[in-house]
């Protein structure tokens, strides 16, 4: 099984020149929504004040009969037991990111050309609010079946991607480079083994989509 493997940042230089650059140099440093336009503001980062870094590795325990009083109701059918995540509605992608924030002023009276440079490594995870009670593997699966996306649960920005983007004169341009995490919303629920099934435990998950930049001026 695999499992979310905790942020490793290796500490080194973040640069930001302003040069005749070119393209972005790698495959993954287009931003998630594949929009050319540079934000006039940061990214949206998740709004939750209790968000916690990270998956179970193993699934919950079973609930007590305290807890779901209908796990002792006689059924005819039997049901494979355990926790399942059932995904109900999503938002969008937010941007967790990896190393220093990167900034390059253009005070000339022309376009420049800003270009940064990731110069730090970082693996980024699910993260969640509420209660989650099932493994990163089976919430990715869950996830994916539901919305038709293809989402990880950990993937890592690496050192030396590169990106080039025009800077208007007397503006800065910032970017930041990490991986984008979808963001929807869930419960999880205990099926026993007569069928019958638990209490819900609302869930708000982050699941790693994508990396790129994420690229704003001001």
């Not at 006689?74 to 399942?84: D, L, Q």
């Amino acid at each position: 099984m695999r499992t979310p493997k905790a942020a490793l940042l290796v500490p080194a230089v973040v640069t930001a020149l302003l040069a005749g650059g070119g393209p972005a140099l790698a495959d993954d440093s287009v931003p998630a929504a594949n929009d050319p336009t540079i934000a006039t503001a940061p990214p949206d980062q998740p709004e939750e004040v209790d968000l916690v870094e990270g998956a179970p590795d193993a699934p919950a325990a079973a609930p007590s009969d305290t807890e779901d009083e209908g796990a002792n109701i006689p059924s005819g059918r039997v049901c494979e037991v355990g926790w399942y995540y059932y995904p109900t509605s999503k938002k969008k992608d937010y941007h967790k990111g990896v190393g220093a924030e990167q900034s390059n002023y253009n005070g000339t009276s022309r376009t420049a050309k800003s270009t940064f440079v990731s110069e730090v490594s970082g693996t980024v995870g699910i993260a969640f609010s509420g209660e989650l009670k099932v493994t990163s593997k089976s919430l990715v699966t869950e996830v994916e079946a539901k919305w038709g996306v293809n989402v990880s649960v950990s993937l890592t920005a690496k050192i030396g991607n590169t990106i080039s983007v025009d800077t208007p004169s007397h503006k800065s341009t910032f970017g930041r480079y990490g991986v984008y995490r979808l963001k929807s919303y869930g419960y999880n629920q205990y099926t026993h083994a007569n069928c019958v099934k638990g209490t819900k435990k609302n869930a708000t998950v982050y699941t790693p989509h994508r990396v790129g930049w994420a690229i704003w001026e001001s």
